[in-house]
């Protein structure tokens, strides 16, 4: 008897790979320009950083309407869907190392490097010559060329952003729960709260920015404090704009009658990845603002 077995479909070849890449490459050469510009009227760093932006958003939706179709016609088996969940699996532990790599720079910064500098243990002659009155107090807000800024406290936009991510757990679960049950109403109602609770965080992490950078004097340039501030906020703000993204096709594709209770990894994986988000906020909030 000739065994059967499982089809597993293979894609055809693809320009997104090159699109992704190419917006990438703009998105990190326009940021640098923009940041060098800073201090200059004129610059085209910041057309390059929004052509990047466009070409990625192109690419996204690009991308993702080829899968869609590629889902619908029939084409995945059970293999294939075990294949997306591992690839999403790791992308998140990737995702992961990613932060652990920033928030190992802010622990040794704040553990081991500025007590150095402070003269701790056998250290008094480096404190002497390399910066005579430094104190070593975190957060560094003085540098060795004598500007100051101020600290971001805690409460605040930083609190009620800790709310609204953490209220947008509740909704994208309660969302799933629904989807298990095929209660599409319920789906969109909690997914569509979701998706404008992410909006609502980066528009406030916006006007966070803008009072850094205006009433604090907390910029780029303000030492290493500011820097790791800016490194681990931002990079953290550019995740939530990708979940928001996805989370946002997800309901679109729910709307057009995507998705039901036994085949719904497209929705699994985004909130797989909006947990991720909200947990390494989490982790933001207690180290970098409270601590």
Not at 81 to 89: K, L, N, V, Y
Not at 172 to 182: G, T
Not at 241 to 265: D, E, Y
Request: charged share 10%; aromatic share 16%.
């Amino acid at each position: 008897m000739m065994e059967k077995y499982e089809h597993y479909y293979v894609p055809e070849q693809s320009h997104w790979p090159i699109v992704g890449a190419v917006a990438m490459f703009l998105i990190a050469a326009g940021a640098g320009l923009t940041v060098m510009q800073l201090s200059s009227e004129a610059g085209y760093g910041q057309y390059v950083l929004y052509a990047g932006f466009a070409i990625l958003f192109y690419m996204l939706f690009g991308w993702i309407k080829n899968v869609i179709h590629e889902s619908q016609t029939g084409l995945y088996s059970a293999q294939m869907d075990r294949s997306f969940r591992q690839g999403m699996s790791w992308f998140i532990f990737s995702e992961v190392m990613f932060f652990c790599a920033f928030f190992g720079a802010l622990f040794y910064a704040r553990v081991l490097s500025v007590p150095w500098l402070g003269g701790a243990g056998n250290n008094a002659m480096t404190n002497e010559v390399l910066w005579p009155t430094f104190e070593a107090v975190w957060p560094l807000l003085s540098t060795p060329a004598g500007e100051t800024t101020q600290a971001m406290g805690w409460q605040g936009l930083p609190l009620i952003n800790t709310l609204i991510l953490l209220s947008s757990s509740v909704t994208i679960h309660f969302a799933h729960v629904a989807m298990e049950h095929d209660q599409r109403a319920k789906v969109k109602l909690f997914l569509g709260a979701t998706v404008l609770l992410g909006s609502l965080f980066l528009a406030l992490q916006v006007v966070e920015y803008i009072h850094a950078y205006k009433d604090l004097d907390l910029t780029l340039q303000a030492g290493i404090y500011g820097n790791t501030f800016f490194m681990l906020t931002g990079f953290h703000g550019m995740h939530v704009t990708l979940g928001t993204i996805l989370l946002l096709i997800v309901l679109l594709r729910i709307f057009k009658g995507h998705l039901n209770s036994k085949q719904h990894f497209a929705f699994q994986a985004a909130a797989w990845y909006w947990h991720f988000v909200d947990v390494v906020w989490l982790c933001l909030f207690v180290f970098v603002y409270v601590l």
